[in-house]
Structures are given as structure tokens and as C-alpha cells.
């Protein structure tokens, strides 16, 4: 520990871009970083994410519609939102605590309690790239569509109660004839849409790979291939341990004087023998890469297919659905040929065979709408974790609030509801 008491050296595991940004805010505190991870950088969600920052849609996954939605959907394969028939006790305790969330209250409360991470995500990501991540972020609205101007009513409502939460969202409805010039990618099928204004987009890997050059050039140590069994407390500290064969060396360790937990849907694992009781499971997202016939402007959403479309390297990608599903579980086509079936008839101008770098990536969702994100239940072990669909806009905010956690001892008054072991 350094003479004010906090610590000099930190272990995290966990190499996505929630887990690199604390390191680099806890670099900025003075404090000597270690990052490992059993795959790489931006091998995890942090990959093949629609690459949104977008505090206007940080929806809280847990509104009344979503049950009702699931509902009706449980029994169909083609569904956005999947859950497979399978015998997993756990999968279907977490399924009943999230759906006794889905209420007004406790939405309300998420949506609250994400206000200050929602007002202040740009910000941070203008730390970042002001201080040597070399990875630019780029102002667009989102384009959210919809067949009819009823469909949009429930997203319109969304809004509203988003902005009475106190975060102020610009946002403008379309109808007609006017859809079809604010997006070219949109088809004649659209009859209305949203525009959500001052919203942001990224290519999400380069980004991530970009702050892990970033903690490497401020003398960080960035070890993959370091697949962690357990984290141990001693008289000297902590000590991080791998597993062996392909986890690094069996009995390998990395001590240090705090260490966080930044594992994502693998958050659990660690997270358990240290107080953290709120079960984190993969809500599996699916994305691709196709070209278009024109360029594309700026982001679409296609909230009735639960369908994100963001520009990526001079195409379209396109990642959608919500399956729950074992995070290390391979990529199941079907769920690709699903996400083209229900956006094929939205947009124009897409060559869909063409399609390129299909991915999965497990998403860690609680059951509260609320990520974890502060000390476990021991002194030392900290969590980043939990962040649903929103770990890449709410990534930076986190890692520069948890480092002052971490440094200070003082828990922000902002992450109060985002408690690890509530």
C-alpha cells in the first residue's frame, strides 16, 4: 500500500474495454498496472458490438415490455429474444429474478441510478482520446425505424420517462416520405422514425486495442494466454492465480495490492468467494459485416427486431438479438439467418450474402437492470461487471469511477446502487 493508504499496485483481470479503462484511470492515479486475460484484447463483447455510445438509447434491459415480449417469443427459435429449451437451474433462477424486475419501479430505479454514468460517458471517452488513445469517436444521431407510426409510440414513451429521470435526450419524429432522406439505407417498408441527436459511434475493437497501446506506452503489463483459477488473500496482499497448460503456468501468479474483477459474463466465477451474489449471466449478441450500395450516414435502429446498424470500416454492420445462452457456446447460424430474415425488409441496398466477420459475444446481464461496479465483500477485490448491452458506452465512465474508488477508499455517491454483493 502507498503511504496515503491506497494501493500501489493493481491486478485487472480482464482485457475488454470496461477492464482496460479502469487501468488506465487507475495509471492516472499513480498506481502500477497489471491487465491478464485468458484470450486477448478485445477478444470478448468488447469485439463485435454495434459500437454505439449512445446515452440516449442506455435503456435499462428490464422495462415491463420486455417480459411481455419474452413471453410470447420463449417457444420461437427465430425470436431476437432466444432462451433454448435446456435443464440449467441457474439460467432459469436468474430468468425468474429478472422477470420480477421487469416493472416500472425497478426500471425506474435503473434508470436513475445509470443517470450520472449516462451524463458523463462522452466526457470520459474525451479523456481517453485526448490523452493518447488513438481511436476517434465520431458525433451522429441514431436512426431509430419503425413500419408505422404506432410501433414508435413505446420508444416515444421511453423517452419521455428518460428525460423526466432528469437526462435530457434531443430527440425528433419522422413520418413518410422524410424517413427516406434521413437514411438511405432505410426501405419503403419504414413509415416513421426517431432521430436521437448528439450520439456518438466507434469501430469498438480498434478502440479497445487502441487504449490497451495506450496502458502499454504509461508502463502497464498486458499478459493474455492467462487463464485465472483463483484470487488469493495473504499477509502480503493479493495474488492472482492461473491455471496452467493453456492458462499460463501452473502456480503462476500475479500479487498485487487490489485487484478487479472486470470478467464480464465470467463475473461470477471469481466474483462468488468475495461477497458478489447478484448472478451475471450471457445475454449472447450476434453481428456481421455486409456492404452497401451507398454510404452510410450514421447508425440505424430497428427497435421491433431488436437490430443495431452502425458504419464499420466503410461498410454496415449489423448485430442484433438477445440469446441466453452459455457464454463459451459456439455461434449458432440460426440465429445469424434470423437477424437478416427480420432486418432484410427494413433496409435497401445491403448485399446480404456478401457478409463478413460474423461473431458472438456474451454480454453480461443482471437480473436488475444495474451493473456491479464497486468493492466486493473483502478489502482489496474490486468488480466491474454487469453492464448488459451498455459495456462499451458506459466502460470509460466506470474505470474512471471505480480508480477513484479504489485510490480513495470513498465510494462515490454514483455507484451507490451499483453495490457488487447487494
Known amino acids: 500500500m502507498g503511504i496515503d493508504g491506497g494501493p500501489r499496485t493493481a491486478v485487472v483481470i480482464g482485457a475488454g474495454v470496461v477492464g482496460l479503462s479502469t487501468a488506465w484511470f487507475l495509471q492516472e492515479r499513480g498506481v502500477e498496472v497489471t491487465v491478464v486475460d485468458r484470450d486477448g484484447v478485445a477478444t470478448g463483447a468488447s469485439w463485435g458490438n454495434a459500437g454505439w455510445l449512445s446515452p440516449g438509447l442506455a435503456i435499462p434491459l428490464n422495462e415491463p415490455g420486455v417480459l411481455r415480449y419474452g413471453l410470447r417469443s420463449l417457444l420461437d427459435r427465430s425470436a431476437p429474444l432466444h432462451v433454448p429449451a435446456t435443464p440449467d437451474p441457474g439460467l432459469w433462477a436468474f430468468l425468474a429474478r429478472f422477470a420480477a424486475n421487469c416493472t416500472w419501479k425497478s426500471w425506474g430505479r435503473a434508470v436513475r441510478a445509470n443517470l450520472p454514468f449516462n451524463e458523463e460517458c462522452l466526457e470520459a471517452f474525451d479523456v481517453l482520446t485526448a490523452n493518447g488513445v488513438e481511436a476517434p469517436t465520431v458525433e451522429a444521431p441514431i436512426m431509430a425505424a419503425f413500419e408505422t407510426p404506432r410501433q414508435a409510440v413505446a420508444l416515444l414513451h421511453e423517452l419521455r420517462r428518460i428525460n423526466e429521470s432528469g437526462l435530457k435526450i434531443r430527440y425528433s419524429a419522422f413520418e413518410g416520405e422524410e424517413v427516406g432522406r434521413q437514411a438511405p439505407q432505410l426501405s419503403s417498408r419504414v413509415g416513421a422514425a426517431i432521430r436521437l441527436d448528439g450520439q456518438r459511434y466507434v469501430d469498438p475493437g480498434h478502440f479497445t486495442r487502441s487504449l490497451a497501446d495506450a496502458v502499454t506506452a504509461r508502463g502497464g503489463v498486458i499478459r493474455t494466454g492467462f487463464r485465472v483459477t483463483e484470487v488469493r488473500r495473504d499477509a502480503g496482499g493479493l495474488t492472482v492465480v492461473a491455471g496452467g497448460e493453456d492458462g499460463g503456468r501452473e502456480g503462476d501468479g500475479v500479487r498485487a495490492d487490489a485487484v478487479v474483477l472486470a ?60 440469446e441466453f445462452r452459455d457464454a463459451d457456446a459456439p455461434l449458432y447460424q440460426r440465429r445469424v439467418e434470423a437477424i437478416i430474415a427480420s432486418a432484410r425488409p427494413l433496409l435497401t441496398g445491403v448485399s446480404w450474402e456478401e457478409r463478413t466477420d460474423t461473431w458472438v459475444g456474451p454480454r453480461p446481464v443482471t437480473p436488475d437492470g444495474r451493473p456491479l461496479v464497486g468493492a466486493a465483500g473483502a478489502r482489496g477485490v474490486f468488480v466491474a461487471a454487469g453492464h448488459g448491452m451498455w459495456g462499451l458506452t458506459h466502460g470509460p465512465i466506470t474505470g474512471r469511477m471505480l480508480a477513484e474508488q479504489i485510490t480513495t477508499g470513498k465510494q462515490p455517491d454514483a455507484l451507490r446502487d451499483f453495490d457488487p454483493t447487494r
Open 263 to 322: 470478467t464480464g459474463a465470467w463475473v461470477n466465477r471469481l466474483g462468488r468467494p468475495w461477497g458478489v451474489r447478484v448472478p451475471v449471466r450471457a445475454g449472447r449478441g450476434y453481428s456481421f459485416t455486409v456492404p452497401t450500395d451507398e454510404p452510410v450516414p450514421g447508425p440505424v435502429y430497428l427497435p421491433a427486431v431488436r437490430v443495431a446498424c452502425t458504419p464499420y470500416q466503410g461498410r454496415l454492420r449489423v448485430a442484433g438479438t438477445m
